[in-house]
């Protein structure tokens, strides 16, 4: 069984930069076929889709977030991270972790983290 385990500040301040690390355990972020995404949700809105990557270090983005967004991943811990620069209040968000494959949908997910930019 895999599970995801997203983690990092709930509160920041504009103009800040958010971190925010999916920790996975039951299975391996190198194992072939794999995609590991960053996926938000803003109050009262549907998912978005940010960014993500692959089983092989290649990583994906949002056109829309592409530069303020980074994603980076640890093997040794079996953790991927997301870096997002400038937060407005319009970043605030329930940001969740999740994994597809390139021939199925999302089959994991985190149980979501929220994170509020505010001053």
């Known amino acids: 069984q895999v599970q995801l385990q997203e983690s990092g500040p709930g509160l920041m301040k504009p103009s800040q930069t958010l971190s925010l690390t999916c920790t996975v355990s039951g299975g391996s972020i190198t194992t072939n076929r794999y995609f590991w995404s960053w996926i938000r949700q803003p109050p009262g809105k549907g998912l978005e889709w940010m960014g993500a990557?692959?089983?092989?270090?290649?990583?994906y983005y949002s056109p829309s977030l592409k530069s303020r967004t980074s994603i980076s991943r640890d093997t040794s811990k079996n953790q991927f991270t997301l870096q997002l620069s400038s937060v407005s209040p319009e970043d605030t968000a329930v940001y969740y972790c999740a994994r597809h494959s390139t021939i199925e949908p999302y089959d994991y997910w985190g149980q979501g983290t929220q994170v509020t930019v505010s001053s």
């Open positions: 990557i692959a089983y092989s270090g290649s990583t």
